[in-house]
């Protein structure tokens, strides 16, 4: 069955779970329920996730995420998920996990980079191996808050404009951790840095904010946040 017709049967499907349940469930979700990824089963991101994405559903997306989830009884559930929300998708995901990213890329198509999402040098060679140019990028990986940091500081150019930045397990902000390099005075996690930033971007008219470079807007969810890129040719939101 050629991809286009797997697609369309999932969908189909899936209309049929959201309708079994009453037709309370977005697509989305019903999709995440099937795969059992806990962005759905654990978590609200659904939520959050059908109105950032749902628009490009059926168009071509470009997806990067970091974590497999292969400590999780449901490894890969992202893979399932993608595959199935999307009509197409080039997936490109990473794990520091050798063994587990050899054992998933033997079921998909996909490619998956072995790498560690702190260090820089593994950051770049993704982005090189992939070229970039994602539409949607996730952190799904250690939660650690000094790697979220240097993941979006290395990742954030190879966002598309109009891009969307996911981190997610935002709860675990506690788990402190310093960069060497970090502008940011005594900034103790990822979260401390994504609020200031919230901040800035309500700075008043003709001053210069002390934000990443084509930044919109963020948005907070429940154990979440996403960082939106400036649309292309929008003057007033420079690169």
């Known amino acids: 069955m050629c991809a286009s017709k797997v697609y369309w049967f999932r969908l189909a499907l899936f209309s049929l779970l ?3 349940t009453g037709g309370t469930k977005s697509d989305f979700e019903a999709f995440g329920i099937s795969c059992k990824t806990d962005k759905v089963t654990n978590h609200v991101y659904h939520h959050t ?9 059926h168009r071509h997306v470009k997806i990067f995420e970091i974590g497999l989830g292969c400590t999780m009884s449901t490894g890969s559930a992202s893979i399932c998920l993608w595959q199935g929300f999307f009509q197409h998708v080039d997936l490109w995901m990473m794990d520091i996990d050798t063994k587990c990213a050899a054992k998933v890329q033997n079921l998909t198509r996909n490619t998956i980079i072995i790498g560690d999402q ?3 040098k593994d950051l770049l060679s993704a982005i090189q191996t992939s070229g970039g140019d994602f539409d949607f990028i996730f952190d799904d990986g250690s939660h650690n808050g000094a790697h979220q940091l240097e993941s979006f500081r290395v990742l954030w150019s190879a966002l598309k404009p109009g891009g969307s930045y996911f ?7 506690r788990q402190t ?3 060497g390099s970090e502008p940011f005075p005594a900034a103790k996690s990822s979260r401390d840095k994504f609020v200031y930033w919230a ?3 309500l700075s008043a008219p003709g001053q210069t904010p002390d934000i990443p470079d084509g930044l919109m807007s963020i948005t907070f969810q429940r154990e979440m946040v996403v960082l939106n890129k400036c649309p292309l040719n929008e003057e007033r939101c420079p690169f």
Do not use: T
């Open 18 to 20: 959201s309708l079994c």
């Open 49 to 57: 996730y059908n109105q950032i994405m749902h628009a490009a559903r």
């Open 118 to 120: 702190s260090s820089e």
């Open 167 to 173: 981190v997610e397990d935002i709860e675990y902000w």
């Open 177 to 179: 951790g310093k960069l």
């Open 199 to 201: 901040d800035e971007l």
